[in-house]
């Protein structure tokens, strides 16, 4: 067994400990996926291999041809010391046998939530260990059992009863050598005409001499044998036929292996999680069960590293209006049929305003001594002990030590669950462009139209916020303002086609002074440094620059913040190219799906080329499906899939497009000639699949059109321009 059930990750670790320890160097390899997902399991793993004095070195790669060139350069080499390469949300897709040098004394740990695995990295390669979410344990028995009978069991032929080669075929094959040369193709023709004879003969000999009854049993246990095998090639062939779908988030993969482990969860390493999964949510890589799932997962460890915040909620859940969780909400805190017009939740309110359910509000004693005291404004924002002191008139730590260590401050640097409004980036922004910016209410309410902004006016008014209310910044909203925010929006919501704009989620509180953070607004933020050469005027080290810019966000709130100004001007340009898009009338619908190409001004809008990125052209994707699945009149119009296209602006690849194909969560791909197999069904993202990676790689094949995989995803890809009105005329036909 190569794969590691979820109750055994420590397994695989201990392998890479034993290995460093007999390493005089650096014997461990990380190649990470420069996504936020696998950041956030990057962060976590380190953590591990620096508590154990394991020397290690960090990889960024961006699709399969970096690991390529990386093998060559640090593995291949006989005198590398490296010993151990890890995979954060990469390689599960890929035979590893095929993109690394596998000595005898490497060994290779997977931990991606890329679906569907290569069978060969779970069920053949010893080296490899693949980390299981539970899907394989619980519903790949039967592949598994296939593809061992395949890989491992004898090869069918007509002569499988015989017990020894006749002795006429011996001396077929000892004539065949005379005179020529080996493994040509005349020896090999003449080998096989002779060969083909030989089984003739044997079977015409074999039916005269053989019992009738013997004769028949034999051929039944042949065709058996045959129907038998043509099951396991069609279950395997299904298998991966059935598309690309997600699983467990590599960041919470990575915390669990950190539990097995005896590190106990920190406040850190849980946020950690949160964000990894979160960027799941948001890219829509899993479904509404796969995130239900995430969130009670998380929603235990939250309460244990912040205890404060289970108390808080409670005890709000005691509460006059019944019910557990969030005020009179009768199921758990976060549940997503929790959310109803009826909702009045007290503990859900107080998440949103600052603090923790049933912490005490600042006096307004503190409050008159903030607005007179001219020293609060010289305290640095990172120096929370500082602003505590000056705030509490104290020279010295021990002065204000009281005031430091209390409950109130406490609760300042805590995880807190809370329901979450749709709304793009509302705390660090205003509520008027986090709703104008924000994909959800744009596409609901068409707000680039007169009549779209008319009803978010009209919204705005029946959440009872004037114009000038809603253009202020959100933290500058008051209390009661915030609390009636979320009070109305879960009872008018239906009435603009927004009945779930509700939903839970867990954010964190980083102190005094400083801005709350969700775990969506957090991936936004990661996902905006990690494009950072597509809005920074900084090309210093482009590529690397962003992804540990990103890295170090984790932990550094002044770089964190630089996300969430990128994340805005991302946020702009995605709803701004894909209004400009749609009044255009850009996106053409196909029999069976829709297309759109962007241009090169579109491509560059901001001249770095910011749609030529994976994770800004999925979401301009997800905006302009979204959008027209809002606005259209016929159900099988709604759920088609898309597919969009951009110029590459990279100099050494600026003749090529990049191909992506996105489908609805509520899409199924199973194709119906396919047998039905527990496979099917993915914990995280249910039946849904996007089968536009198949496809992409059979179009290619079929006109000859040179294409590389743009990034991990396998619907991801690259082709030559020259090839592309060709690739898609061939598509569409395809289709």
Same mark, same amino acid.
């Given at each position: 067994?190569?794969?590691?059930?979820?109750?055994?990750?420590?397994?695989?670790?201990?392998?890479?400990? +034993?290995?460093?320890?007999?390493?005089?160097?650096?014997?461990?390899?990380?190649?990470?996926?420069?996504?936020?997902? @696998?950041?956030?399991?990057?962060?976590?793993?380190?953590?591990?291999?620096?508590?154990?004095?394991?020397?290690?070195?960090?990889?960024?790669?961006?699709?399969?041809?970096?690991?390529?060139?990386?093998?060559?350069?640090?593995?291949?080499?006989?005198?590398?010391?490296?010993?151990?390469?890890?995979?954060?949300?990469?390689?599960?897709?890929?035979?590893?046998?095929?993109?690394?040098?596998?000595?005898?004394?490497?060994?290779?740990?997977?931990?991606?939530?890329?679906?569907?695995?290569?069978?060969?990295?779970?069920?053949?390669?010893?080296?490899?260990?693949?980390?299981?979410?539970?899907?394989?344990?619980?519903?790949?028995?039967?592949?598994?059992?296939?593809?061992?009978?395949?890989?491992?069991?004898?090869?069918?032929?007509?002569?499988?009863?015989?017990?020894?080669?006749?002795?006429?075929?011996?001396?077929?094959?000892?004539?065949?050598?005379?005179?020529?040369?080996?493994?040509?193709?005349?020896?090999?023709?003449?080998?096989?005409?002779?060969?083909?004879?030989?089984?003739?003969?044997?079977?015409?000999?074999?039916?005269?001499?053989? *019992?009738?009854?013997?004769? &028949?049993?034999?051929?039944?246990?042949?065709?058996?044998?045959?129907?038998?095998?043509?099951?396991?090639?069609?279950?395997?062939?299904?298998?991966?036929?059935?598309?690309? %779908?997600?699983?467990?988030?590599?960041?919470?993969?990575?915390?669990?292996?950190?539990?097995?482990?005896?590190?106990?969860?920190?406040?850190?390493?849980?946020?950690?999680?949160?964000?990894?999964?979160?960027?799941?949510?948001?890219?829509?890589?899993?479904?509404?069960?796969?995130?239900?799932?995430?969130?009670?997962?998380?929603? +235990?460890?939250?309460?244990?590293?912040?205890?404060?915040?289970?108390?808080?909620?409670?005890?709000?859940?005691?509460?006059?209006?019944?019910?557990?969780?969030?005020?009179?909400?009768?199921?758990?805190?976060?549940?997503?049929?929790?959310? *109803?017009?009826?909702?009045?939740?007290?503990?859900?309110?107080?998440?949103?305003?600052?603090?923790?359910?049933?912490?005490?509000?600042?006096?307004?004693?503190?409050?008159?001594?903030?607005?007179?005291?001219?020293?609060? *404004?010289?305290?640095?924002?990172?120096?929370?002990?500082?602003?505590?002191?000056?705030?509490?008139?104290?020279?010295?730590?021990?002065?204000?030590?009281?005031?430091? !260590?209390?409950?109130?401050?406490?609760?300042?640097?805590?995880?807190?669950?809370?329901?979450?409004?749709?709304?793009?980036?509302?705390?660090?922004?205003?509520?008027?462009?986090?709703?104008?910016?924000?994909?959800?209410?744009?596409?609901?309410?068409?707000?680039?139209?007169?009549?779209?902004?008319?009803?978010?006016?009209?919204?705005?008014?029946?959440?009872?916020?004037?114009?000038?209310?809603?253009?202020?910044?959100?933290?500058?909203?008051?209390?009661?303002?915030?609390?009636?925010?979320?009070?109305?929006?879960?009872?008018?919501?239906?009435?603009?086609?927004?009945?779930?704009?509700?939903?839970?989620?867990?954010?964190?509180? %980083?102190?005094?002074?400083?801005?709350?953070? !969700? #775990?969506?607004?957090?991936?936004?933020?990661?996902?905006?440094?990690?494009?950072?050469?597509?809005?920074?005027?900084?090309?210093?080290?482009?590529?690397?620059?962003?992804?540990?810019?990103?890295?170090?966000?984790?932990?550094?709130?002044? &770089?964190?913040?630089? @996300?969430?100004? #990128?994340?805005?001007?991302?946020?702009?340009?995605?709803?701004?190219?894909?209004?400009?898009?749609?009044?255009?009338?850009?996106?053409?619908?196909?029999?069976?799906?829709?297309?759109?190409?962007?241009?090169?001004?579109?491509?560059?809008?901001? @001249?770095?080329?910011?749609?030529?990125?994976?994770?800004?052209?999925?979401?301009?994707?997800?905006?302009?499906?979204?959008?027209?699945?809002?606005?259209?009149?016929?159900?099988?119009?709604?759920?088609?899939?898309?597919?969009?296209?951009?110029?590459?602006?990279?100099?050494?690849?600026?003749?090529?497009?990049?191909?992506?194909?996105?489908?609805?969560?509520?899409?199924?791909?199973?194709?119906?000639?396919?047998?039905?197999?527990?496979?099917?069904?993915?914990?995280?993202?249910?039946?849904?699949?996007?089968?536009?990676?198949?496809?992409?790689?059979?179009?290619?094949?079929?006109?000859?059109?040179?294409?590389?995989?743009?990034?991990?995803?396998?619907?991801?890809?690259?082709?030559?321009?020259?090839?592309?009105?060709?690739?898609?005329?061939?598509?569409?036909?395809?289709?």
């Amino acid at each position: 067994m190569v794969y590691i059930p979820s109750s055994r990750y420590e397994d695989a670790y201990r392998r890479i400990a +034993d290995s460093a320890s007999r390493s005089q160097g650096t014997s461990v390899l990380i190649f990470v996926s420069t996504d936020v997902d @696998g950041l956030c399991g990057l962060r976590i793993l380190t953590t591990l291999l620096k508590r154990d004095a394991i020397a290690h070195k960090i990889v960024p790669v961006t699709n399969y041809a970096d690991i390529s060139s990386m093998d060559e350069t640090l593995i291949a080499n006989n005198s590398s010391q490296i010993r151990s390469v890890v995979f954060l949300n990469c390689g599960a897709q890929m035979d590893i046998q095929d993109l690394l040098t596998l000595r005898d004394n490497l060994s290779v740990m997977i931990i991606d939530s890329h679906r569907p695995f290569n069978l060969y990295n779970v069920f053949w390669h010893e080296q490899v260990q693949c980390l299981d979410d539970g899907d394989v344990e619980s519903n790949m028995d039967p592949l598994r059992h296939a593809f061992e009978a395949i890989e491992f069991g004898e090869a069918l032929s007509d002569d499988d009863s015989d017990e020894e080669v006749d002795s006429v075929e011996e001396d077929v094959l000892s004539e065949t050598g005379i005179g020529r040369k080996r493994g040509s193709s005349e020896m090999l023709g003449d080998l096989a005409r002779r060969d083909t004879s030989v089984r003739q003969r044997r079977k015409q000999r074999r039916r005269v001499d053989m *019992d009738p009854e013997e004769f &028949v049993r034999i051929q039944e246990q042949r065709a058996q044998r045959r129907e038998e095998r043509a099951e396991q090639q069609q279950m395997i062939q299904a298998y991966y036929a059935q598309g690309s %779908y997600y699983g467990l988030s590599c960041a919470i993969s990575a915390l669990t292996l950190a539990e097995q482990l005896g590190q106990p969860p920190t406040l850190d390493t849980v946020w950690w999680a949160i964000v990894g999964a979160s960027s799941q949510h948001i890219l829509q890589h899993i479904d509404v069960d796969g995130y239900s799932v995430v969130v009670r997962r998380m929603r +235990d460890l939250v309460r244990r590293v912040s205890p404060t915040a289970s108390t808080a909620i409670s005890g709000s859940s005691q509460r006059p209006g019944g019910g557990g969780g969030l005020g009179g909400m009768a199921t758990s805190a976060l549940d997503f049929n929790a959310f *109803d017009a009826s909702s009045s939740s007290q503990a859900l309110l107080d998440s949103q305003l600052g603090g923790i359910p049933g912490a005490e509000e600042p006096s307004s004693s503190h409050a008159n001594f903030d607005m007179f005291n001219p020293y609060l *404004d010289l305290i640095d924002e990172d120096d929370d002990e500082g602003f505590l002191r000056a705030r509490a008139g104290a020279s010295t730590n021990a002065e204000a030590g009281l005031l430091i !260590s209390s409950k109130s401050v406490m609760q300042q640097m805590e995880i807190v669950e809370s329901a979450e409004l749709k709304f793009t980036l509302l705390r660090h922004w205003s509520l008027d462009s986090s709703m104008r910016f924000s994909p959800y209410v744009a596409t609901r309410l068409a707000t680039w139209s007169s009549r779209g902004r008319a009803r978010l006016d009209l919204l705005l008014a029946k959440l009872g916020l004037s114009k000038a209310e809603a253009q202020a910044p959100y933290l500058h909203l008051a209390p009661e303002l915030k609390k009636q925010l979320y009070q109305k929006m879960a009872e008018i919501g239906s009435d603009y086609d927004m009945p779930d704009a509700l939903y839970p989620g867990f954010v964190r509180n %980083y102190g005094w002074r400083k801005s709350r953070f !969700s #775990g969506s607004d957090m991936a936004l933020a990661l996902l905006a440094l990690l494009q950072k050469d597509t809005w920074t005027t900084d090309t210093t080290d482009i590529q690397q620059g962003g992804f540990f810019a990103a890295y170090d966000a984790l932990t550094q709130y002044k &770089v964190l913040k630089e @996300g969430i100004d #990128g994340a805005q001007l991302l946020q702009r340009m995605v709803v701004s190219q894909g209004i400009s898009m749609l009044e255009r009338q850009a996106v053409k619908t196909l029999k069976r799906l829709r297309f759109t190409i962007l241009g090169e001004l579109e491509a560059n809008t901001t @001249g770095n080329g910011i749609f030529s990125k994976p994770f800004a052209l999925r979401q301009l994707a997800l905006f302009l499906m979204q959008t027209l699945r809002e606005r259209s009149t016929k159900s099988d119009h709604a759920k088609r899939p898309f597919i969009i296209a951009a110029p590459t602006t990279d100099a050494l690849e600026s003749e090529k497009y990049l191909v992506l194909g996105i489908t609805p969560l509520d899409f199924s791909l199973i194709r119906p000639h396919m047998p039905e197999m527990s496979f099917n069904q993915s914990t995280f993202a249910g039946e849904s699949r996007n089968h536009f990676g198949l496809v992409f790689e059979e179009v290619a094949n079929q006109i000859g059109a040179e294409t590389k995989q743009g990034f991990f995803d396998s619907n991801v890809m690259e082709i030559r321009r020259s090839d592309m009105s060709t690739f898609v005329d061939r598509l569409r036909r395809h289709l």
